[in-house]
């Protein structure tokens, strides 16, 4: 059974920082491909940050460049979003997405809600 657990949102003041995880289960998370999407309020689910299997070059939506960085732990299954100097703006569900390298199969997680607010 496929399962992406993702944790560590919450509420955060502006400049701050949050560290999101993602535990994988289910599947050879070692040769998926990860990524972090996020969906805001009366807009569509956008692509945040992706890693390779293996770890290596990442990318990042330009709107968190600097600021978001994507890592990933083959050997907890897990992988991590570290936010920082978080805005307003970056309020949304994150989500966890598994992707296979034929890009035939994905795996979505819950979600976790993050808050930037005063």
């Known amino acids: 059974q496929v399962q992406l657990v993702e944790s560590g949102g919450g509420l955060v003041q502006p400049g701050g920082s949050l560290r999101l995880s993602c535990a994988a289960s289910g599947f050879t998370f070692s040769n998926y491909i990860m990524s972090w999407y996020r969906q805001a309020p009366g807009k569509e689910r956008e692509l945040v940050a992706s890693?390779?299997?293996?770890?290596?070059?990442?990318n990042y939506a330009d709107s968190v460049k600097g600021r978001f960085t994507i890592t990933r732990d083959n050997a907890k299954n897990t992988v991590y979003l570290q936010m920082n100097s978080l805005k307003p703006e970056d309020t949304a569900v994150y989500y966890c997405?598994?992707?296979?390298?034929?890009?035939?199969?994905?795996?979505w997680g819950q979600g976790t809600q993050v808050t930037v607010s005063s």
């Open positions: 997405q598994a992707r296979s390298q034929d890009l035939s199969t994905y795996y």
């Open positions: 890693i390779p299997s293996s770890g290596g070059v990442t």
